[in-house]
């Protein structure tokens, strides 16, 4: 059997903005659960596709601070996919050795989706073939600001020093601590904004913007990003000749 080529270079994190399950469902008539429920399957064949591909971190914008203020009962209905989908992805999470962390205010979440949270955390803490990040009531702006406070705490205590604080520390105190910044963002539906996500981890991230929404992004659509990606060149502030090795000095 041949082997399945995969665009290369890969990037070794993709974060994505899933946008668009209710515009997704109004097209169909539909509530806008409906699209809710077709965009978890699209994040089941996401999580599949970067596991097949050989992507190592995957971060999923699913809940953030600002979708609390959603009618109460659209939020109830994310709460209840998210807690089903834990439920149900914890096998595969475990024979796929699938690693499972949450970015955000996991205090904020009703009781039985943060048991169910973080029993997964927890039982799929030793793998590490594909690290999956789920942001859930996150905002980079509070996720920034909570490491300041940590810092300030530690200064005030004396342990650091303000001119110790370099990139590395301050990374050090976000959710994402010793994962590599994404190297790739997808944002779907059309939308061409950051949207509060992953604002320091995203400095040197390629965007990739689609009209696709988001139950509509499936692995044909995600493999379309890679080579997208794969044929970028990412200069990191240098000049395109420093960066393919070429010397013009
Ligand atoms: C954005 O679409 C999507 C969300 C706010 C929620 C994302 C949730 C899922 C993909 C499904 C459940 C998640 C998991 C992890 C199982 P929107 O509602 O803002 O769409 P619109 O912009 O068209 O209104």
Known sequence: MQAIQYPEPLPQHVAIIMDGNGRWAEQRRRPRLFGHKAGADSVREAVETAREVGIRHLTLYAFSTENWQRPGLEVKGLMNLLKNYLRSELDTMRKNGIRLECFGQKDR???????????????????????????????????????????????????????????????NHLYSTGQPDPDLLIRTSGEQRLSNFLLWQLSYAELYFTDIKWPDFRKDQFIAALEEYAGRQRRFGKTGAQTEGVSTA
């Open 109 to 171: 979440l009703p009781d039985d989706v943060r048991k169910m949270l973080n029993r997964v955390i927890i039982e799929t803490k030793d793998f590490s073939k594909l690290h999956l990040n789920l942001c859930l009531s996150y905002g980079s702006r509070a996720e920034m600001i909570r490491a300041v406070q940590e810092i300030g705490r530690q200064c005030e205590a004396g342990e650091l020093k303000p001119e110790d604080i370099d990139d590395q520390l301050f990374s």
